[in-house]
């Protein structure tokens, strides 16, 4: 089955940007939905998903405008870029995977990362 590793979270400013990383090994990326969700204070839930393939994205009401996801199939990799951060937006964030051409925001995630924290001050 994938295997996910997360990366690129830290401490920053609101206003600031990241950009996290999911590398996936063990499965081609163009067979995988993947999804960015965070745990936070208060703040849990799905942020942002990409389908397999033709790479339907979906995102929260919360990061409309702001976050952006892509993949990178040569890299086997799918990357959130969050700016405009605000505090609120603190939490651990994990990508997870399902194998199949669900859509994304309501398929059944069954892999999942260890997650990266991001922190933004307040």
């Known amino acids: 089955q994938p295997q996910l590793v997360e990366s690129g979270g830290g401490l920053v400013q609101p206003g600031e940007s990241l950009r996290l990383s999911c590398s996936v090994t063990?499965?081609?990326?163009?067979?995988?939905?993947i999804g960015w969700f965070r745990q936070g204070p208060g703040n849990n839930g799905g942020v942002s998903c990409i389908g397999n393939r033709n790479g339907t994205e979906w995102y929260g009401d919360s990061v409309k405008g702001r976050f952006t996801i892509s993949r990178d199939v040569a890299r086997n990799a799918v990357y959130l870029q969050m700016n405009n951060l605000r505090p609120e937006d603190t939490g651990l964030y994990s990508c997870?995977?399902?194998?199949?051409?669900?859509?994304?925001?309501?398929?059944?995630?069954?892999?999942w990362g260890q997650g990266t924290q991001v922190t933004v001050l307040s």
């Open positions: 997870a995977a399902y194998p199949g051409g669900l859509e994304c925001h309501t398929a059944p995630y069954a892999v």
């Open positions: 063990g499965f081609n990326l163009d067979d995988l939905v």
